[in-house]
């Protein structure tokens, strides 16, 4: 079972430290009272206004800069599609652009260039737009077959529905692999949306991500790659099949990438559900305070028929409750974390986020 690149997959059937800066953010770390998520989050993460002399320069100097470009379908907007929208923004573009979508289904495959940075795709709370095609890796190879491709550096998405509506593989399929996003850039924050599809719904290919309030939906390792993640109070939704798997991280190396789920919950009606497997050698995928259901797998993870990854993976679980959270019944190589070793994957200096991390924007 192996993967071509950072993040293509090539399933078969599946049996059964880290040192961080310190943090620069006062009260950066992650309270384990979920109702104190909102209070927290808006006390450590200031607008940029009140944070010009720690954030990254190149990024205060775009925030200040501020454009929005209305994409609607119905008329009244300056583009009606979204692909146009992102084409007409330059490259080498040095403020932030937000293009405002309005509500309904754009069928639509959308790729942001590494030479368009600082772009917001916005939708409306009360009407989500959904950004939806039907690519698989039989047309497009995996890691190109998403609806929407981020290549870009400080991409913010908020109330935008991301879908790749392809079909469930069939048991036993090849090239299946249908994404819903590919997000490749650094220092990208997704607030308020949600992933549809079915095998590798979410390709974490690498940077530092924040994903807060979302809803990722999948079967087979439908949140994959080698980012530096948190995932803050995000449902991942499993989806029945004969085989499901929620993480395959990709770390290979003693660096400094991996997932933290914080405050999430795991639902849905898939039983025997691996909290991860060990794709490459030394994946890292920590779980805290996290709900977990009944559908989950009692051994936990899996090492993907590679023993000699038992001694290389980091597995951790932290404080989560729910039916599925019970660690006695744990593969040996998932670990128990106590309080100093959860530490470092509860503060936002995991993902070096006092230099990048803004609110969600407000248009």
Partial sequence: MARMMRCVAVHAPLITVLLVASSVISGDTIPADKSALSSWFKESIKPYTERKGTLDPKLATAEEGKKVIKVSQGGGGDFSTIADAIKSIPDGNTERVIIFIGGGEYKEKVTIERTKPFVTLYGSPGAMPTITHAGTAANYGTVNSATLIVLSDYFVAANIIFENSSPKPAPGATNGQALALRISGDKAAFHNCKFVGFQDTLCDDKGHHFFKDCHIAGTVDFIFGSGTSIYLNTELSVVEDSLTVITAQ??????????????????????????????????????????????????????????????????????????????????????KLTAKEAHPFLTLAFIQGSSWLLPPPSV
């Fill in 250 to 335: 990709g770390r290979q190396t003693d660096d400094d990438t991996g997932f933290s789920f914080v405050h999430c919950s795991i639902i849905g009606s898939a039983k025997g559900t691996f909290l991860g497997r060990a794709w490459m050698p030394k994946p890292r995928v920590i779980y805290s305070y996290t709900t977990m259901g009944s559908g989950v797998n009692p051994l936990g993870w899996s090492d993907n028929f590679h023993p000699d990854r038992d001694k290389t993976v980091f597995y951790g679980e932290y404080q989560n409750s729910g039916p599925g959270s019970s660690v006695s019944g744990r593969v040996p190589f998932s670990k």
